[in-house]
């Protein structure tokens, strides 16, 4: 018996009998996978960073200090991003695991380790997830929040509650686009992104994707999540904005041909910032996982470009180093 979407709402575009779909065409052709994985074998890549893997760490790493209790945001690698507001603790897509795949021993590896772990938080409220691929939900980092927090709330899109009740998560919100969660001043969000989702070869599409707007007295921040450039997107300022914080995507974009339905590359988040207002803006989605043709030290690099092609390098849409962590208490002034 084929498989029907128990969350499907024919009023809703996103939405099919079969699961969910991005609100664009998908350009991919049949055997376009094959054809990129052909040429990447080919031609080698991607090739390491200029100056190597350690000379990339030592420049690009540190490890996260969570002291102070100011309200705090850090860049823990990738897509992982942790927030500190008025004493609670939120992580977003905490993959912090050595592989992004589902074999311990195969699958990308991470060339820059996480950094922290699990039991230097001194408390989790909130997990907010994003999509279903194993660089934003791994399975290791989600048993270890659930050991260590056996009460903190999940917030996952649609498709995904049963994955996380399977795996002993007590208090677990699933959400269409659109769809809040509220406690007190704290409003979570989840909202449209242009991705797709895939664990298994059988469940393709068979959960939603989504980016996630975290709003408190201090932030209005975007978390863009995994998503390739569209302007449907400027929807979610229109409706939600202005934002005073943003982590867009600005890796895993090569080749363009391939990767432009699903990946961002830094001359479409910079258009994206700049429509968006040009609010603080972390580079996210690199510096981890080799999983596009491009260079590890790459998207700095090409970021930068991108800004001064747009005449508009304010020092608020720049790279940080993983780990590194800003306070949000003056953010609306910072290098602007």
Same mark, same amino acid.
Request: include cysteine; proline fraction near 12%; charged fraction near 25%.
């Given at each position: 018996m084929a498989w029907k979407n128990p969350w499907y709402d024919a009023s809703k575009?996103?939405?099919? /009998? =079969? !699961?969910?779909?991005?609100?664009?065409?998908?350009?991919?052709? %049949?055997?376009? $996978?094959? &054809?990129?994985? @052909?040429? +990447?074998? *080919?031609? !080698?890549?991607?090739? %390491?960073?200029?100056? !190597?893997?350690? *000379?990339? @760490?030592?420049?690009?790493?540190?490890?996260?200090?969570? #002291?102070?209790?100011?309200? &705090?945001?850090?860049?823990?690698?990738?897509?992982?991003?942790?927030?500190r507001l008025n004493q609670r603790y939120l992580l977003i897509d905490p993959a912090l695991s050595l592989r992004a795949s589902p074999?311990?021993?195969?699958?990308? @590896?991470?060339?820059?380790?996480?950094?922290? +772990?699990? #039991?230097?938080? /001194? +408390?989790?409220?909130?997990? $907010?997830? #994003?999509?279903?691929?194993?660089?934003?939900?791994?399975?290791t980092t989600v048993k270890r929040i659930i050991q260590r927090f056996p009460e903190v709330t999940f917030l996952v899109p649609l498709g995904l509650e049963t994955w996380f009740r399977r795996r002993g998560a007590r208090h677990v919100y699933p959400l269409d686009w659109w769809q809040s969660q509220r406690e007190n001043d704290l409003t979570l969000t989840a909202v449209p992104a242009r991705h797709w989702s895939m664990r298994t070869l059988k469940d393709r599409n068979r959960s939603l994707w989504c980016g996630w707007v975290i709003r408190s007295e201090a932030v209005n921040f975007w978390f863009s999540g995994d998503s390739g450039f569209s302007e449907n997107l *400027? =929807?979610?300022? &229109?409706?939600? !904005? %202005?934002?005073?914080?943003?982590?867009?995507?600005?890796?895993?974009?090569?080749? @363009?041909?391939?990767m432009q339905s699903s990946h961002m590359d830094p001359d479409h988040a910079v258009s994206l910032w700049r429509l968006m207002g040009q609010p603080l803006t972390i580079p996210v989605h690199w510096g981890v996982f080799e999983l596009a043709d491009e260079s590890l030290d790459e998207p700095p690099v090409e970021l930068s470009r991108a800004i001064a092609r747009s005449g508009e390098d304010n020092g608020r849409f720049a790279p940080w180093k993983i780990g590194e962590g800003r306070s949000l208490r003056n953010i609306d002034q910072e290098k602007s």
């Open positions: 575009a996103h939405h099919t /009998p =079969e !699961g969910f779909c991005n609100l664009e065409p998908d350009p991919r052709q %049949p055997g376009d $996978l094959d &054809r990129w994985r @052909k040429e +990447r074998k *080919a031609q !080698g890549l991607p090739f %390491p960073p200029q100056n !190597g893997y350690e *000379a990339f @760490k030592a420049n690009w790493f540190q490890s996260a200090d969570l #002291s102070g209790d100011d309200d &705090r945001v850090w860049w823990l690698g990738h897509a992982a991003m942790l927030l074999l311990p021993f195969a699958g990308p @590896k991470r060339k820059t380790p996480a950094p922290l +772990r699990i #039991s230097q938080l /001194p +408390r989790l409220d909130y997990v $907010l997830i #994003s999509h279903n691929h194993y660089d934003h939900l791994d399975l *400027a =929807e979610i300022p &229109r409706r939600l !904005g %202005p934002f005073n914080l943003a982590a867009l995507p600005t890796g895993a974009y090569a080749p @363009k041909w391939f």
